[in-house]
């Protein structure tokens, strides 16, 4: 089949998926989308996509169909709960959800047993990132069934796929740089909350961070956010943040690995959500006393 005549379907339209369905209709694919809450899918429809009512109705006619959800709860409700019985034979998932490596080998296993294909997709950057094509992708799964979907992500990236080989590898890639991104970001709340306790202003703080040698991309995108002390719309919430460095903790248990930084951190975002501030941005974390109660 021409690769441009596939038909696709984005399944969960947040900040990822959301671009990443964008991205594919600008580049001429004739893209289906879902998601839970209708109101996301409105300006994809206005800009030339099919919406679906249903997660079946998307997936059903699809060749590929690209899954971003939040957790794996939900995976399990919409891809087995609800896609796997309308699936046809030879149909690619691309997961860009982020889940744990053993929870992504026993979805492959549990598809492959109905003839449906699975390639794992972890990707790097944020909405706009994802929107405009200029997320970094790490891809895992069987090397041929990456090279059926290659030219999707392509569209997506524009830095080239690299292959890391068996399904799990591109799920702990994606979680050690989340890894990374939470332990940065708790960093840097710390380092405000104890320059604003010694009387030093955050912006001074702030801008004197981006103008040293501490700068980088990923300080300086949550910087913002405690500058304004505005944290909506996300780039990456809290709880998906607690989440994830969760799930890297316990994946590094199986193997006999202590992280005590990463745990550390998982627990501030966790108090985040328990504030009640888990739909903001993970930068909210800036905003919780250190050891506040739950």
């Not at 964008?22 to 300006?43: H, I």
């Not at 079946?56 to 971003?68: H, M, Q, Y």
């Not at 994606?174 to 030093?200: D, P, R």
């Not at 040293?212 to 949550?222: I, M």
Request: net charge positive; proline share 4%.
């Amino acid at each position: 089949m021409e690769q441009r005549h596939r038909k696709l379907a984005v399944v969960g339209l947040g900040g990822i998926g959301g671009g990443v369905a964008r991205r594919l209709l600008d580049a001429g694919y004739p893209t289906t989308v879902y998601n839970r809450t209708a109101e996301k899918a409105k300006s994809l429809v206005q800009a030339g996509a099919t919406g679906a009512a249903t997660a079946e109705e998307a997936a059903a006619s699809a060749d590929v169909v690209l899954l971003s959800l939040s957790d794996e709860d939900a995976v399990e409700e919409i891809l087995f709960g609800r896609m796997a019985r309308v699936l046809k034979p030879g149909t690619v998932i691309v997961e860009l959800s982020t889940v744990s490596p053993t929870y992504a080998r026993r979805a492959a296993q549990r598809l492959a047993a109905i003839g449906v294909r699975r390639v794992e997709a972890c990707v790097i950057g944020n909405p706009q990132m994802a929107r405009l094509g200029e997320l970094r992708i790490f891809a895992a799964g069987e090397s041929g069934d990456v090279a059926d979907v290659a030219d999707v992500l392509a569209a997506m990236g524009r830095h080239g796929t690299l292959h890391l080989g068996p399904t799990g590898r591109a799920t702990a890639m994606k979680l050690s740089f989340n890894l990374l991104l939470g332990l940065q970001t708790a960093g840097l709340a710390e380092a405000v909350a104890y320059a604003e306790q010694a009387g030093i202003d955050r912006e001074l703080l702030l801008t004197a961070v981006e103008k040293s040698g501490w700068r980088s991309p990923v300080l300086n995108f949550r910087a913002e956010f405690m500058r304004t002390r505005r944290y909506e719309p996300a780039g990456f919430r809290a709880r998906l943040m607690a989440k994830d460095l969760g799930l890297a903790v316990a994946d590094a248990e199986l193997g006999g690995l202590s992280l005590p930084l990463t745990e550390r951190a998982a627990r501030r975002f966790g108090d985040a959500v328990a504030a009640g501030r888990g739909d903001k941005d993970a930068a909210v974390v800036v905003e919780i006393p250190p050891g506040s109660p739950r």
